[in-house]
């Protein structure tokens, strides 16, 4: 079946340093949506990406699909406190309505 | 909008009871969807609603689980004879329809323990 896979499981960044979580799909995506989870909370919609090579900027924050469709990456620049919480990934085949979630990337500031 | 709203928010119970989770979603959207998260791992698909019919089912989903939304507005999931890998949050989110997806609107979720 569709499978989706995210990594890394966990990225420890100092405040300020960037953030990447990359996601890669088993088969092609019609869309691709990315969430973010604070701890203790529920997912957060961020953004949507459909078209193939689509690159969409949320202030420090920028989502990539790759042109084939079957990747997607988040990079944070400069990252701070609020932005600490676990980002998934989860993609739309096209031939169901059901999302395929990637396991997530746990964003850590250190001390 | 109020948002979505699961209750109960915790519930524990003994394994082989039957546990029955409700949710309702935000007025206006008629995709209801319904997902299980374990620690350190992201939703997994359990079902989904579109109004009040039952369009797809993980193939995954035990036949223990069975999930309704009568009038297309609330849901409600429950688990038959639970057992300690039903220990979990169940999360319910609901959404706009549209061809090309829509943001998914999660609730609090309820976190179930069997003990």
């Known amino acids: 079946g569709q499978q989706v896979m995210q990594i890394p499981q966990y990225q420890h960044v100092q405040e300020g340093e960037d953030f990447t979580t990359y996601c890669n799909s088993s088969?092609?995506?019609?869309?691709i949506q990315w969430y973010k989870q604070r701890p203790g909370g529920h997912p957060v919609f961020l953004i949507q990406?459909?078209?193939s090579g689509e690159v969409k900027k949320q202030k420090r924050l920028t989502f990539q699909f790759g042109e084939a469709k079957k990747n997607s990456s988040l990079h944070i620049t400069a990252t701070q406190t609020t932005d600490v919480g676990t980002y998934f990934c989860?993609?739309?085949?096209?031939?169901?309505?059901?999302?395929?979630w990637g396991a997530g990337t746990k964003l850590i500031i250190k001390p | 909008d109020t948002g979505v709203s699961q209750n109960p928010r915790h519930k524990i119970t003994k394994r082989g009871q039957n546990v029955t989770f409700r949710c309702d979603p935000i007025?206006?959207?008629?995709?209801l969807y319904w997902y299980r998260q374990t620690l350190g791992q992201g939703p997994e698909f359990l079902t989904y609603?579109?109004?009040?019919?039952?369009?797809?089912k993980s193939r995954l989903l035990s036949d223990r689980f069975s999930a309704e939304r009568p009038k297309g507005s609330f849901s409600t999931l429950e688990i038959q004879r639970t057992e300690q890998g039903d220990s979990a949050m169940y999360l319910c989110?609901?959404?706009?329809?549209?061809?090309?997806?829509?943001?998914?609107?999660f609730g609090d979720g309820t976190r179930l323990s069997i003990l």
């Open positions: 088969t092609t995506l019609s869309n």
């Open positions: 007025s206006e959207h008629n995709r």
């Open positions: 990406l459909v078209k």
């Open positions: 989110a609901s959404s706009l329809a549209g061809y090309s997806g829509q943001p998914q609107h």
């Open positions: 989860a993609g739309r085949g096209d031939s169901n309505y059901q999302l395929i």
């Open positions: 609603f579109q109004n009040e019919a039952q369009l797809e």
